[in-house]
């Protein structure tokens, strides 16, 4: 259910200057964990090296590796498809692996979908079938397209050609329950949830401060909340912490096959791990939860 991410603010612990010793420790530790499914990207700095070393020496078939290769050139989309075949062979030898289970397009948005089915896909086929990766799958840029819409087009246009989409789904981004996380489960096709918990969520103060722009903006109503601490009723039981909510709501969905840490912090890893031993938040929370932000599409 929890499988650790390379990229985001933390990069495996490149943003911290972590060494490979530490950042090693912190791959076998995910493993003693239970986690066996590590995300990676050519654009993620080393992090494909990073992963490599820390998994020297580890029975390949006892891990699945997703990397990703974002298909542009500086801002435009790329239009040679030769650059995805060089692009998936340089991953390889970074990984020092002949294959991995993933291997997606990275990034593009929803006016990009057309043109990269055109002119990428079929050589993504092609390379599947060679052996170099088991299954086809796309990520979202969800900072820049808030609406995640180029997985929307994905289920509803070509859902037999995808076998993964990388999303966000979680307490404050609810928008994809309403057509595109049952049209994947529909189809079969698989989802891995990035960034549920990041930036203002594990923040007190920012999230404070973004629920009261919620509720100038009339998202929220007033009195829907404390002003003070105002997903502080999420913690009880074996609910420890806000973050904790984060990840069990963000594991709570049919159609997620996995939610993904980023975490370069021991202790966080850990929590994160515990969080996910019961994935799913008490019946009451949920719903209250889903009332109080469904509605909501915005880059948080």
């Not at 990229?7 to 066996?36: F, I, K, P, S």
């Not at 088991?134 to 609406?147: C, H, K, L």
């Not at 994947?184 to 096709?189: C, D, F, P, S």
């Not at 975490?263 to 994935?279: C, G, R, Y």
Request: proline share 6%.
């Amino acid at each position: 259910m929890l499988s650790l991410g390379s990229g985001g603010a933390r990069q495996l612990g490149q943003a911290a200057g972590m060494t490979q010793t530490e950042q090693t420790a912190l791959v076998r530790r995910a493993m003693d964990l239970g986690v066996n499914f590590f995300d990676t990207s050519s654009d993620y700095g080393e992090s494909e090296v990073i992963l490599s070393r820390a998994l020297k020496d580890v029975p390949r078939e006892s891990y699945y590796l997703c990397t990703k290769w974002p298909p542009f050139v500086g801002r435009e989309l790329a239009e040679d498809p030769q650059l995805l075949v060089n692009a998936v062979d340089n991953s390889l030898r970074r990984l020092g692996t002949d294959h991995v289970e993933i291997m997606m397009f990275h990034g593009p948005l929803s006016h990009h979908y057309a043109p990269l089915m055109e002119r990428f896909y079929p050589t993504m086929e092609r390379l599947r079938e060679q052996g170099k990766f088991r299954f086809i799958g796309m990520s979202v840029q969800y900072g820049t397209e808030p609406t995640q819409a180029v997985g929307d087009l994905a289920v509803k246009r070509d859902p037999e050609l995808w076998d993964v989409l990388m999303l966000k789904y979680g307490l404050l981004n609810q928008s994809l329950a309403k057509e595109v996380l049952p049209l994947a489960l529909e189809h079969g096709v698989g989802i891995m949830n990035m960034a549920a918990v990041r930036v203002k969520l594990p923040d007190p103060d920012l999230l404070q401060q973004l629920m009261q722009e919620w509720r100038d903006k009339g998202y929220v109503e007033r009195g829907d909340l404390p002003d003070s601490d105002p997903l502080g009723w999420l913690v009880h039981d074996d609910v420890t912490s806000v973050v904790s909510a984060g990840y069990k709501f963000a594991a709570d969905h049919p159609a997620i096959g996995t939610v993904i840490t980023g975490t370069s912090n021991m202790a966080h890893l850990e929590e994160n791990a515990a969080a996910l031993e019961k994935p799913y938040l008490p019946p009451d929370d949920t719903q209250r939860v889903k009332e109080l932000f469904r509605n909501i599409v915005e880059y948080v």
